[in-house]
């Protein structure tokens, strides 16, 4: 079982930046991949950015590539996602999540646990 908490969410103007966190517990997290989506209102919830269980590997949405950079810190168990130049359009709730899948990047539907979300509102 994995529970996560984000954390680092708040109202921030165009341009800014901002770090969420995401504290996981559990003694498997070496192991699983971590991922960071968002969904804004009325929209669906979308892809972000993707973390392998080292950190060796990540990936990015194209609309925040460049921008926002994810990292991990294993020994902490903890996942971060760095945002830069901020734009009206990143604001949405963050999420992050857990998945067991090791082998290939997951899908959206293969992450098994997930956090309560934080906000993030970019505006002037």
């Known amino acids: 079982q994995v529970q996560l908490v984000e954390s680092g969410g708040g109202l921030v103007q165009p341009g800014g930046s901002l770090t969420l966190s995401c504290a996981a517990s559990g003694h498997m997290f070496l192991s699983y991949a971590m991922g960071w989506f968002r969904q804004a209102p009325g929209k669906e919830r979308e892809f972000v950015a993707y973390t392998n269980w080292s950190g060796t590997n990540t990936v990015y949405a194209d609309s925040v590539k460049g921008r926002f950079t994810i990292s991990r810190d294993n020994a902490q168990k903890m996942v971060y996602l760095q945002m830069n130049s901020l734009k009206p359009e990143d604001t949405a709730v963050y999420y992050c999540?857990?998945?067991?899948?090791?082998?290939?990047?997951?899908?959206?539907?293969?992450?098994?646990?997930w956090g309560q979300g934080t906000q993030v509102t970019v505006s002037s």
């Open positions: 999540a857990a998945s067991e899948i090791s082998a290939w990047i997951p899908t959206m539907n293969e992450y098994k646990w």
